[in-house]
C-alpha cells in the first residue's frame, strides 16, 4: 500500500516535468562557464539525497513489514547490542558527509577563484532600493531608476569581475540563469569573477531582505557580442553617463567615508 501511494506521488510530481526537467532537475540551463560546476555540484547532490532516501524508506518499509506482528501474543526477541550495524549506520553517514564536505569545498574553491587576466571589470552598488553599475575599464556607469531597472551589459565570452559593495544595508547580487548569488555587504568589497557564454537577456535580482523597498530591487542582465558592447559604452557615455558613480565608498577596502544614503 505505502509502496503504491509513494509510487503515485511520484508520478503525480513528475507529470508536469519535460524529460529535459526530469534528467537536470528543473535547473535553469548554465549560461556561464562557471554555471556548468554548479549544476553538476547540485545534481550530484540531489543523485545523493535521492539514494540515502530510497534505502532508508526500503529498509523503513521493511522493518515495518518483516516484524510486523503476526499474532496478539508475540513478543519479539529483546536485544540490547548490535555493534556491527552500530559501527555501520555511524561510518556510512560520516563518509557521505564527508564527500559531500569535498565536493562542495572544491567546486567552491574554483568558482571563488579570482585571477588578474579579466577582461572587464564591473563594480556593482546595491542601495536602497536600485543598482548602480560602474565599468571600471570603461569610465561608464550605468543606474536604475524608481520606474526603470537597471540594466547591466556584458560582453559574451569574456571573464568578468565582479567587485560587489553597497553604503547602507547588506543586498545580495542574484542573476537566476548564472545560478549563483553573492552579498553586497556595507564595509566589504566582495569578488567573484565569471565569463558569460550565451548570448541573451536574464533576470536579476536582490535576494537579501533590505528594507520597504527590497521587491522593487530588480534589474536587467544583456549578454552581447562584443561590438553590441562597445556600442553599448559608448552611447553611456554620449548620455552622460561617463566617468563612475559616486558610492560614497573608498575603491581600496570598501568602507564608507561617512554615514550616508544614495
Known amino acids: 500500500m505505502a509502496v503504491g501511494v509513494g509510487v503515485l506521488a511520484a508520478s503525480l510530481t513528475l507529470s508536469g ?7 537536470f532537475l528543473d535547473l535553469p540551463s548554465p549560461v556561464t562557464k562557471e554555471g556548468v560546476i554548479i549544476q553538476n555540484l547540485w545534481q550530484g547532490s540531489w543523485i545523493a539525497a535521492w539514494v540515502v532516501g530510497i534505502i532508508t524508506w526500503a529498509l523503513m518499509l521493511w522493518a515495518a513489514f518483516a516484524y510486523r506482528r503476526r499474532h ?7 536485544t540490547q547490542y548490535n555493534i556491527p550495524i552500530e559501527i555501520l549506520y555511524t561510518v556510512l553517514p560520516l563518509i557521505m558527509i564527508l564527500g559531500l564536505f569535498f565536493f562542495t569545498a572544491r567546486d ?3 568558482i571563488l577563484a579570482v585571477s588578474n587576466d579579466q577582461d572587464e571589470t564591473v563594480e556593482v552598488v ?6 548602480a553599475f560602474n565599468y571600471l575599464d570603461q569610465d561608464a556607469y550605468a543606474i536604475g531608476t524608481p520606474n526603470l531597472p537597471a540594466e547591466l551589459v556584458l560582453p559574451v565570452g569574456e571573464k568578468i569581475r565582479f567587485e560587489l559593495v553597497s553604503p547602507d544595508v547588506i543586498h545580495s547580487f542574484w542573476v537566476v540563469d548564472f545560478l549563483f548569488k553573492m552579498d553586497v555587504i556595507p564595509g566589504k568589497r566582495n569578488v567573484f569573477e565569471l565569463t558569460p557564454d550565451k548570448v541573451g537577456t536574464y533576470a536579476g535580482k536582490c535576494a537579501e531582505l533590505c528594507g520597504v523597498d ?5 534589474f ?27 558610492t560614497g565608498l573608498s575603491n581600496d577596502d570598501g568602507q564608507m567615508p561617512d554615514e550616508r544614503t544614495i
Open 214 to 218: 527590497h521587491a522593487r530591487m530588480l
Open 220 to 246: 536587467t542582465v544583456r549578454v552581447v557580442e562584443r561590438a553590441e558592447y562597445d556600442q553599448y559604452i559608448a552611447d553611456l557615455k554620449e548620455n552622460g553617463q561617463g566617468g563612475l558613480f559616486d
Open 72 to 78: 496478539k501474543d508475540d513478543t519479539p526477541e529483546q
Open 17 to 23: 516535468c519535460t524529460t529535459n526537467e526530469i534528467v
Open 108 to 110: 567552491q574553491s574554483e
Open 126 to 131: 546595491g542601495f536602497r532600493w536600485n543598482w
